[in-house]
């Protein structure tokens, strides 16, 4: 199980793969301030070469910048070279089938894991870092927030993302 910078839809795989990938429209109607979110859904496919299209999808990583200020930072930890990197989190879902994680190189991007093969299931890229992530405790759904003032939920029949009428709820944990 291996957190990859890019993924290859047309990648020949026994399980089909879903990347979820955050957009911004301008939507007047359903936003105060002329902007909606959702998903784009990607797909790998079990078309014919002749038949697929290329569809590659890179996984936002730090930038370089945020490399720097990190090795840069007065409050960095002794012995340490540079930033983080590996799994910060992992969840499991209700009924242990999927487990979710973050990769602190890949800080907008949330990886769901389908345990009965080891497969990747999902992949949901957000337009900002995620800061929490959790199982609903009586499902197999998830709920990610990363403090611009949206719920992000998957489930694995789809995902979607809820816009908070009230600023400030839900920007820093989900419990």
């Known amino acids: 199980m291996q957190h990859l910078s890019k993924i290859d839809l047309n990648q020949a795989s026994a399980k089909t793969i879903y990347v979820y990938q955050e957009e911004a429209n301008r939507d007047n109607k359903r936003s ?74 890949m800080p907008t991007t949330v990886w769901i894991w389908d345990m009965t093969t080891l497969e990747l299931a999902s992949v949901l890229i957000h337009t900002q870092p995620v800061k929490s992530f959790s199982f609903c405790p009586s499902s197999n759904d998830l709920y990610i927030v990363t403090g611009c003032g949206r719920v992000y939920t998957w489930a694995p029949l789809g995902a979607s993302v809820i816009e908070l009428p009230q600023s400030g709820f839900g920007n820093d944990n989900v419990s």
């Not at 007065?74 to 009924?95: D, F, N």
């Open 32 to 105: 105060s301030i002329g902007l909606s979110y959702q998903y784009v859904c990607y797909q790998s496919s079990a078309e014919t070469n002749e038949q697929k299209k290329q569809e590659v999808i890179k996984i936002p990583s730090l930038s370089k910048k945020d490399i720097d200020a990190f090795k840069s930072s007065k409050t960095e930890v002794v012995g340490l070279a540079g930033p983080p990197t590996g799994v910060q989190k992992i969840e499991w879902s209700y009924t242990s089938h999927y487990m979710a994680s973050r990769c602190d190189n």
